[in-house]
């Protein structure tokens, strides 16, 4: 069976960039074209998201926050690959499901000067 691979990064306001990723099976055999259109429907402006709603690791820098930090997230992309076991305990069908769902309920970007801890 293939995985999805959901690539996604961090991008600050001074362009500096982290990169991940989270591996979902896909027993549905969801196509990625749908998979894509639906992300594109319910991200903010077609690419970003909270990652920490989503329940995805938070890809800020090490010296967060600084001046040039945001709170979102933003999409990169979806790969097909050989399932090799380092998935989430998720497919990706519930993961869209709950890309859905977020979206319904709203963004809820965040100053990151104004969070009481570090990550």
């Not at 989503?54 to 800020?60: M, S």
Request: charged letters at 25%.
């Amino acid at each position: 069976m293939n995985s999805i691979k959901f690539n996604y990064l961090y991008r600050d306001a001074g362009n500096y960039k982290n990169y991940g990723f989270q591996v979902f099976k896909n027993p549905d055999n969801l196509p990625v074209s749908m998979i894509e259109n639906k992300l594109a429907a319910t991200f903010f402006e077609g690419l970003l998201f909270i990652a920490n709603q989503i329940d995805l690791p938070e890809l800020f820098h090490e010296d967060y926050p600084t001046i040039d930090d945001v709170s979102f997230h933003e999409y990169a992309g979806l790969e097909i690959i050989q399932d090799t076991g380092d998935v989430s305990g998720r497919t990706i069908k519930e993961f869209v499901e709950r890309i859905e769902q977020e979206s319904v309920l709203g963004w809820r970007f965040f100053d990151p000067h104004e969070r009481s801890y570090r990550f």
